[in-house]
């Protein structure tokens, strides 16, 4: 089914790309299972279809992205910063208001108190020794795509940064609220991180048969003092990213020959709770 | 006079090379000594006393001949295992059963082996499960590189049936270890295992460092980097892509771009 739609309107086959802007990445290639796809899909299926509505918080996120590791050119082609002192109640405000609006279509606009943070963020992550050296020389925004051997589904991911020099590293910049150790770990179960590890790892080693085993994370802090880490997982975090995307895309080829999504887990059975051991 | 004096014999009780006693692990040592001393022990043992240690108490387990065991130890992928010889030896020695034979059935990938023998004590017929060629490729084994089961497939079908066989009808010979085939065909898949911090911040520290793409090898690179290839797509129709760096063209090739060189760094 994937083969004929592809010839169909001849969407790129596996290899890694640098010329798909992210807009088309993540409006036109729907076609291809990502990561975040696979999240939703671990809720239930029908998730997955929802669609993403922009949150301020994800456009925090990837002015963030653009900023610390395109930088600034990249940052004005694709963000723009909201002026501050408009008031939008008067006649003057709304036109100011609109003119920059128009000025800035489609663009991620971000507040001057969130630049400054980002500003903030820059610094702090070039004062540590090592996220430096993981984001000293590379290429950001190349787009990967494969094929799943087992279940023939196109797969595509877009790692942060992919360091020169052969090194088979990927490198993922994340903000969060805490970088130290414990709370990184607890974001890497909430939010996949360990799926998202392993499915890029096997993704970018499948689309072009160069040898990737490290993912590299960088932690870094929204908040003063900006805290910046870097992590990598353990084979067993790895492991278990592995089972779970694979789990995953299983049950997308299924929903796909069924051409349904459903709104519950599995076949739909009555199922027990054991009471948690917590309580 | 001489009666008087207590001799040494008297005393002291014949010592048994073990963990048991001091003596006994005395006795160990200086015995491990010896073969590790030797030139004809394997290398993984010639000079190491402490892998002696531990062949002489394997020997000593299942009662087999130290050399025997030194000879038919393998470490694979830093575990050890016997080979598969010694196991189908190992458990013809044991006068628990009659021979083991093998029995093969079907032909292509439905070939199957079992092995099997008559337990002395029940005269009953006792059954290895079977291993056929299609388990072998659905397990991965077949497909490795330099797989035996693709030169020797009638071999390895025997070899694994024994392996099987031991380890369900006397898993005191294999004591929990694996075949030396088997070890090799059944490695963890997930080569991150080897990663560590350390390794990866010494590939960012010594820039000539590189990872090898077969094995994840870290080696000292001589000629200029293998790295990402940038490929080329058209776009979709109604989406402007870029040029392709190297023909000007936007469309017309939907992977590398044929007039591109090859691939620099990134």
Redesign the interface.
């Known amino acids: 089914m994937n083969g004929n739609l592809a010839q169909k ?5 596996p ?6 802007s992210a807009e ?1 990445y993540h409006k ?1 290639l729907t076609e291809y299972v990502s990561k975040s796809y696979l999240k939703r899909l671990d809720k239930c299926p029908a998730a997955a279809k929802v669609p993403q509505e922009d949150t301020p918080a994800m456009a925090f996120g990837r002015a963030c992205h653009v900023y610390l590791l395109e930088g600034d050119a990249a940052f004005i082609k694709e963000c723009a910063v909201l002026p501050t002192g408009i008031n939008r109640r008067t006649k003057e405000g709304k036109e100011a208001w609109a003119d920059f609006e128009a000025a800035n279509e489609g663009k991620t606009l971000v507040s001057a108190d969130d630049f400054q943070k980002i500003v903030a963020m820059k610094k702090a992550l070039n004062a540590h020794p ?1 996220a430096t ?2 984001l ?1 020389e ?2 950001s925004e ?1 787009t990967v795509i494969w094929q799943d051997a087992e279940t023939s589904l196109m797969c595509k991911c877009r790692p942060d940064r ?8 990927l490198v993922d910049l994340k903000t969060c609220s805490c970088a130290g150790e414990y709370e990184f770990c607890r974001d890497v179960v909430k939010y996949g991180y360990d799926l998202q590890a392993a499915y890029y ?1 096997d993704g ?1 080693r499948e689309a ?4 990737f ?2 993912f ?1 994370f960088i932690a870094i802090e929204k908040e003063p003092p900006f805290r910046t880490e870097t992590y ?1 997982l353990d ?1 067993e975090f ?2 278990r990213g ?1 089972y779970e995307y694979r789990r995953l895309l299983k049950i997308e080829a299924e929903c796909r020959a069924k051409g349904n999504w459903p709104n519950y887990e599995g076949v739909g059975n009555l199922v027990t709770l054991f009471k948690p051991n917590y309580l | 006079m001489s009666e008087n004096l207590p001799t040494k014999t008297e005393n002291s009780l014949p010592v048994a090379a073990g963990f048991g006693t001091s003596d006994s692990f005395e006795l160990l040592q200086r015995q491990a000594k010896l073969l590790a001393s030797s030139e004809l022990v394997p290398q993984a043992f010639h000079g190491k006393i402490a892998n002696c240690v531990i062949a002489l108490e394997m020997a000593n387990r299942i009662g087999a001949s130290p050399m025997a065991v030194l000879q038919n130890l393998y470490i694979v992928h830093g575990k050890p295992s016997w080979s598969s010889q010694f196991i189908i030896a190992a458990l013809n020695a044991t006068g628990r059963f009659s021979p083991l034979r093998f029995q093969i059935t079907g032909e292509g990938d439905k070939k199957v082996c079992v092995a099997w023998a008559i337990e002395k004590a029940t005269e009953e017929r006792l059954e290895s499960p079977p291993v056929s060629i299609e388990m072998a490729k659905t397990e991965g084994w077949y497909n490795k590189n330099g797989s035996k089961w693709k030169t020797m497939p009638d071999l390895m079908l025997r070899y694994r049936a024994a392996t099987f066989f031991g380890r369900l009808y006397a898993p005191d010979i294999l004591m929990g270890m694996r075949s030396e085939d088997e070890a090799r065909d059944i490695i963890d898949i997930t080569p991150q295992a080897t990663v560590t911090a350390e390794s990866i911040v010494s590939r960012f520290t010594d820039p000539t460092e590189t990872v090898d793409p077969e094995t994840g090898e870290i080696t000292t690179a001589e000629q200029g980097e293998v790295a990402v290839s940038d490929g080329d797509w058209p776009g979709l129709p109604g989406v402007t892509a870029d040029p392709c760096p190297e023909c000007g063209q936007t469309e017309g090739h939907s992977n590398a771009c044929p007039l591109a060189e090859p691939p620099e760094g990134v």
């Open positions: 309107i001849d969407l790129p086959g290899g890694i790309y640098a010329n798909i088309v036109e090592f050296k993981l000293a590379g290429v190349q992919i360091p020169s020099g052969n090194k088979g590293v790892l970018i072009t048969g160069i040898y085993d490290a590299c990598i084979a790895i492991v592995q």
